[in-house]
């Protein structure tokens, strides 16, 4: 594995490499790991050594594969939507999603070559034995997700219903299922998926119809429509079901493991009823469901349902931030090419000052979301280590990253696109799917003003904000930064706690939204900062020093720029857009 300063060179070499002769840069074919030397800075910084040299070639292979083949079946799979087939050739009543073949080799390399959905579940994965931290299984993601956004969905489900299932499930219900949830064998594997929302109940889970009835031999049996289910053909689903007789509300509402098939072969007893016509996401089927008496497993105890599915949603919530920091990069990395090998009016567009402003303002929000990837899952790791207040910083971490880098994804893949010109409004590049698919992310798993109302739940509920507080100052005092620095960060993260206080004295609701962007944009300064210094990165440290200027600090709009070279937008106390 090489250090610090030969991935430096590397990166460098790639980017310059010699260009085509033709005047319309074209980035395929590069690979998305070699010529990204802040990730390697990054992975320097956040894996131990070994494991970092053990997954060293299968960053790089997969970074090879997400700038070429596996972006070529990404677009293939986008332009050939999944089809719902309802019978047979001979007739029979048989449902089917029929997949193109370039979704099912995707499909292929995330859950069974590279193990995506079970790498977190297995003693063994990609040759390390032993548990994988969450931070390589982030990685990894990290890379395919900037080819093939839509199956990340689907390797996110199965990731957290086998978790879901492992956390609360019965020992007998874990070991049934579970060795198809953490088979690595593409014939033999299990897919999972989350069948919650309903027309009425879509964020307000109380809503829930759907209903759970327990026939005399002790079998469950649900019935009711799901409105919104992505990967509906999954093997398992985790479904939210209200309990025939049972209380009102959430203490109503139960979990249940939902086969698509029964022990003797058949379809369980329920339907696709079509499949939804998506701005985005298209290569993955999300579908409607009609439970007509399906049979399930209760998971966990009744009347718990919301609570334990939460578990399954903050995971994937969680991986929502990653993919939203995957496709900011993906767009920046491209904006980036083309700037510095396109030629107009006798200069690189890289050389232009407004240009590497504009440059600027996409590279910020999408290193601070790199960031908060990496914090996030080693608060996960901590966590799952039963370490003691980690939990809670999970909690509020987890909300954070969701809110803000998915809302950040759509503004940075949509000015991306601009640095393209008019090539980047046209299908047969990158530019138009990542915008597409970015606007999902702040939609599923809780829309922006449900997560943003979740940070102020973790300060509320798990105390949440000293766990951030200390874990912030700590990482402050190893950076060992130049006090009048420190100081500065110090005091914005005070502003933003505060504000996060008030919030949450006056409810929550008017002050969600500006104190969940506070206090993401703080907690990342900081953490940037951090990580400068511990990998010797100037660029990050003069990230963190922009996200302070821009995103935190008020500044007058008619002022020149304070730090000369740097743009002049101004910030705001904070966004909340």
Not at 31 to 52: G, V
Not at 147 to 159: K, N, R
Not at 338 to 364: H, I, T
Not at 444 to 459: F, K, P, Q, Y
Request: charged letters at 25%; one cysteine or more.
């Amino acid at each position: 594995m090489p250090d610090t300063a030969d991935i430096a060179s590397a990166a460098q070499a790639a980017r310059h490499a010699a260009p085509d002769a033709h005047p319309i840069p074209d980035r395929h074919g590069q690979n998305l790991f070699t010529a990204d030397a802040e990730l390697q800075r990054l992975l320097t910084l956040y894996l131990p050594p070994d494991l970092r040299s053990h997954m060293w070639p299968h960053f790089e292979r997969l970074g090879a594969l997400a700038g070429g083949p596996l972006d070529e079946l990404a677009a293939t799979a986008d332009k050939n939507p999944p089809v719902l087939r309802s019978r047979t050739r001979t007739g029979l009543d048989e449902q089917a999603i029929v997949k193109h073949p370039a979704y099912v080799e995707m499909e292929r390399l995330a859950l069974s070559e590279f193990g995506l959905g079970a790498m977190s579940h297995r003693s063994e994965t990609l040759g390390w034995r032993g548990a994988m931290p969450p931070a390589v299984k982030y990685a990894l993601t990290f890379l395919f997700v900037q080819a093939e956004f839509g199956l990340c969905c689907p390797v996110s489900m199965t990731d957290s219903l086998t978790r879901t299932l492992k956390k609360f499930g019965s020992p007998e219900l874990v070991a049934r299922y579970l060795p198809q949830l953490t088979t690595l064998d593409f014939d033999a594997l299990a897919q999972g998926a989350m069948f919650m929302t309903e027309q009425a109940a879509g964020s307000d889970i109380a809503a829930t119809q759907t209903l759970a009835t327990r026939t005399p031999e002790g079998e469950w049996r649900l019935t009711g429509d799901k409105w919104f289910c992505s990967n509906p053909d999954a093997a398992f689903a985790m479904v939210l079901a209200r309990v025939e007789g049972g209380s009102p509300g959430l203490k109503g509402v139960s979990l249940f493991l939902l086969p698509r098939r029964l022990d003797d072969g058949s379809l369980n007893r329920y339907r696709i009823v079509r499949l939804k016509d998506k701005l985005g996401t298209r290569s993955m089927a999300s579908g409607e469901i009609r439970l007509d008496g399906a049979r399930a497993h209760l998971v966990g105890e009744l009347g718990r349902g919301f609570v334990q599915m939460a578990d399954m949603v903050n995971n994937s919530r969680l991986s929502n931030g990653v993919r939203a920091a995957g496709l900011m990069r993906r767009a920046v990395a491209e904006a980036e090419f083309v700037a510095g090998e396109r030629q107009a009016f006798g200069r690189k567009l890289a050389d232009m000052p407004l240009m590497q402003r504009q440059l600027d303002k996409l590279r910020l929000p999408a290193e601070q979301a790199r960031t908060m990837v990496f914090q996030t899952a080693a608060a996960l790791a901590r966590s799952d280590a039963g370490e003691d207040g980690a939990y809670a910083l999970l909690r509020i971490l987890t909300p954070m990253i969701k809110f803000r880098a998915c809302r950040d994804a759509r503004r940075v893949t949509g000015d991306a696109m601009e640095v393209r010109g008019g090539c980047g409004y046209i299908e047969e590049w990158s530019d138009p799917r990542l915008l597409r698919d970015a606007h999902l992310g702040s939609i599923w798993e809780g829309t922006s003003n449900i997560v943003a109302l979740d940070v102020v739940r973790a300060i509320r509920r798990e105390q949440s904000l000293p766990l951030l507080a200390a874990h912030v100052h700590g990482l402050l005092d190893e950076a060992d930064l130049a006090p009048a620095y420190a100081d500065a960060l110090r005091q914005a993260f005070a502003r933003a706690a505060c504000l996060a206080e008030v919030a949450v004295a006056e409810g929550g609701d008017v002050l969600a939204r500006q104190a969940a962007s506070a206090l993401y944009h703080c907690t990342s300064a900081i953490a940037m900062a951090w990580e400068a210094r511990r990998c010797g990165s100037a660029q990050r440290l003069r990230w963190s020093q922009l996200v302070l200027l821009h995103r935190v600090l008020p500044r007058d709009p008619l002022a020149a720029s304070a730090i000369p070279g740097e743009w002049n937008t101004p910030a705001v106390v904070p966004s909340a857009a």
